[in-house]
């Protein structure tokens, strides 16, 4: 089927490997690469094709998602001397599911452009768990016509897709939803480990929150305090999910943002500090939700 020529998809690592196996899973043939060859072994056993850079990606494919941990990596794996745009053919759909500022989203779009290939960017929330059952939610930056061939392949890894405009309007989108989730993180934190410490039984307090006012997602589907939910970071020593690493980075880009447009964000920019400050005490590779732990070691507990 001419709709199932092959995807490229690069970037394969908590988050790619299984957006990647769910394009397999759909009937597109893959065509991979990874900075971290390790990485690819997974997709290999699948019958995915591997090859050694973005530029033999962009040989071989003209629909070529993107999932990179960072604005620098962006810039590289597109503009770089093995990068996409060395080897991409007119007419090819770039999209890009990483999480950076929006500025660099819009500059890849006239890199691209320059080529005759089209950027959209398509940032994703819902973690490694939406990603494995193909329930990701994807905010979609770039010119409404591509929109459509962009969704088919986003709508295999996803239960959602969402245009949100010109390019960058997808990232304008994922870093508003990051920041709203750092904030929640901590407030349910701090909350929970109040409750404690007043002598409530956490199970209970999370039930309480949970049908009241104070419900939000940290609490009911994410909760931070070990033991009161299972399938959850924080019920395995808060690894796997979302690194704290990531959530500092991602509050990095809404500060960014928020000084360029002059924007006021106090909460956000406390919340920044919190994570940086938790980076820097071991807890870099940990799950976000560590900021509950974070809290109790800062009282001594």
């Not at 960017?121 to 770039?142: E, K």
């Not at 909760?223 to 990095?252: C, H, I, R, W």
């Amino acid at each position: 089927m001419a709709s199932k020529t092959p995807v490229g998809f690069i970037g394969l690592g908590n988050m790619g490997t299984p957006m990647a196996k769910n394009l397999l899973k759909n009937g597109y043939p893959v065509i991979a690469t990874d900075v971290f060859p390790e990485s690819c072994k997974e997709l290999q056993d699948l019958n995915a094709l591997v090859v050694d850079s973005p530029a033999e990606v962009a040989k071989k494919a003209d629909r070529i998602i993107t999932m990179l941990p960072s604005s620098p990596d962006v810039l590289k794996v597109y503009t770089g001397p093995n990068g996409i745009l060395k080897n991409v053919k007119k007419g090819t759909l770039l999209i890009d599911s990483s999480t950076i500022d929006p500025a660099v989203s819009r500059q890849m779009a006239v890199a691209a452009e320059k080529m005759g290939a089209v950027f959209m960017d398509a940032p994703v929330t819902g973690g490694v768990g939406a990603a494995s059952l193909a329930r990701l939610t994807f905010m979609v930056g770039g010119l409404e016509e591509e929109y459509n061939a962009a969704q088919e392949l986003l709508t295999c890894m996803g239960a959602n897709v969402v245009y949100c405009g010109q390019v960058g309007t997808g990232q304008a989108a994922k870093i508003c939803n990051n920041m709203l989730l750092a904030i929640g993180m901590i407030g349910t934190a701090e909350t929970m480990n109040l409750g404690i410490r007043l002598g409530l039984d956490p199970k209970l307090l999370a039930k309480i929150l949970n049908m009241s006012s104070g419900r939000c997602w940290s609490s009911d589907t994410y909760n931070p305090v070990p033991g009161v939910m299972e399938g959850v970071p924080s019920a395995n020593n808060y690894q796997g999910g979302f690194g704290t690493t990531l959530m500092a980075k991602d509050l990095g880009l809404a500060q960014n943002t928020a000084t360029d447009t002059k924007t006021s964000i106090p909460l956000s920019s406390l919340a920044h500090q919190i994570y940086r400050v938790m980076c820097s005490r071991g807890y870099a590779n940990k799950d976000f939700s560590s900021v509950f732990q974070f809290l109790r070691e800062e009282e001594g507990q």
